[in-house]
Nanobody, 125 residues
Framework: QVQLVESGGGLVQPGGSLRLSCAAS????????IGWFRQAPGKEREGVSG????????YYADSVKGRFIITRDNAKNTVYLQMNSLKPEDTAVYYC??????????????????WGQGTQVTVSS
């Protein structure tokens, strides 16, 4: 049974950092594309970052390039999203999602089959 569990969200001041974790179970991480998405109140869910199945190509939305870093630890079956230089507009519920195989549109939420429950990130002074 595929399961994704996010953690690491919280309240942080502008300019601060957080690291989100997506712990996966029920499948081999390297066989799946994993994406990070976020949804702010009243807005559509948007793609933030993703890492493809083997060989692990990485993708970022323009809004987070240079600030966010996605990594995958196959030994721990976990994908991380290191978020630096956080801005108030980064405030949202963050979700990780999984899809077996490689995707053409890694940052498109409609491409994914499995989702975690989400973790709240609030950037505020």
């Amino acid at each position: 049974q595929v399961q994704l569990v996010e953690s690491g969200g919280g309240l942080v001041q502008p300019g601060g950092s957080l690291r989100l974790s997506c712990a996966a179970s029920g499948f081999i991480l390297d066989d799946y594309t994993i994406g990070w998405f976020r949804q702010a109140p009243g807005k559509e869910r948007e793609g933030v970052s993703g890492v493809s199945s083997r060989p692990g190509m990485i993708y970022y939305a323009d809004s987070v390039k240079g600030r966010f870093i996605i990594t995958r630890d196959n030994a721990k079956n976990t994908v991380y999203l290191q978020m630096n230089s956080l801005k108030p507009e980064d405030t949202a519920v963050y979700y990780c999602a999984a899809k077996r195989g490689r995707l053409f549109r890694v940052l498109n939420p409609h491409e994914y089959d499995y989702w975690g429950q989400g973790t709240q990130v609030t950037v505020s002074s």
